[in-house]
């Protein structure tokens, strides 16, 4: 069974690709389709997902096909619905995979730590009985010093574990955004938000797409963002530039106008600088112009 829907996934992906390269009449292909296939393909191959988040990834697939279809078709606002369904689905189905990971890792860690704190006891009762001598006393401290540091080594790994597992369920609250790790920490990519031509200005579907973020900013009052504007090459260097830190602050702005706190979000704009594609393209330039909120570690 799990073959087959493999199978019948790659045969509904390598679908989209030829009936968009035989139709010149067809749309260009849409990154964030593209992405989301990806991201599911990827899902199927993690057994522990595949495990305990079959149901979601099921639906994922499901959803990003109909997506699939309302994109060929030029319906935009079913297309909209069902690729964030399905991106959510996938999102909920990698996070129960790592939820049922860290529960085993902790499962695992607290039976070690239980054997451990059972030696250390029994080396204590053995000391307080057999000590005779200075070396013997100073042997047995040694032995408490040792089993207490591994006591807490296990402890602390322990409470690592769940800390990560408590953050990959509170991830699936922000499922509608295509997310990235990094070295400063989770990254949400907004390829579809919204700014009037040539402005800074949010639409209001611009600010509605900002909601999950702003709910999940109000959860988590300890938590840090950086905001960073992307644009294309076409157009002036300068002009990009400006543009992209004027966008990236009006993302701040409605935030704060939300309730966060200003001290909690930093903004930066990097024009062209960093693109993620080429921009000989229409595809390209595309998944170049986005916002990313990086969720600072």
């Keep these: 069974m799990k073959s087959a829907f493999k199978q019948t996934s790659g045969l509904a992906a390598l679908a989209l690709v030829l009936s968009l390269g035989a139709c010149a009449s067809s749309p260009d292909p849409s990154p964030r389709l593209l992405a989301a296939e990806a991201s599911l393909q990827k899902a199927k191959a993690n057994p522990a997902t595949m495990e305990s988040g079959r149901s979601a990834i099921e639906k994922a697939d499901t959803a990003i096909g109909e997506a699939r279809d309302n994109y060929m078709r030029g319906k935009e606002d079913a297309y909209i619905h069902t690729v ?25 860690l607290n039976t070690e730590r239980a054997e451990v704190v059972s030696q250390a006891r029994m080396r204590e009762v053995a000391t307080a009985r057999a000590a005779t001598t200075v070396a013997e006393n100073r042997a047995d401290r040694s032995d408490a010093v040792a089993a207490g540091a591994v006591a807490d080594s296990v402890s602390s790994e322990a409470a690592r574990v769940a800390a990560e597992a408590r953050s990959a369920v509170l991830s699936a609250e922000l499922a509608n955004y295509e997310q990235t790790k990094t070295d400063l920490g989770v990254t949400l990519i907004l390829r579809d938000l919204q700014f009037a031509s040539g402005s800074a200005v949010l639409t209001s579907g611009a600010q509605g797409r900002l909601a999950p973020l702003a709910s999940f900013m109000a959860k988590q009052p300890e938590s840090r963002i950086q905001i960073a504007g992307h644009t294309d090459s076409q157009g002036a260097e300068a002009y990009n530039q400006d543009l992209s830190a004027r966008r990236a602050a009006s993302v701040g702005t409605y935030l704060v106008s939300t309730g966060v706190s200003a001290t909690r979000i930093n903004s930066i704009g990097h024009g062209e600088s960093i693109p993620l594609s080429s921009n000989d393209t229409a595809a390209g330039r595309a998944i170049n112009r986005r916002v990313e909120v990086t969720i600072l570690d």
């Excluded at 964030?84 to 695992?108: P, S």
């Design 84 to 108: 964030r369904m399905g991106e959510g689905y996938v999102m909920l189905g990698e996070t129960r995979g790592l939820q049922r990971e860290a529960n085993a890792r902790i499962e695992a």
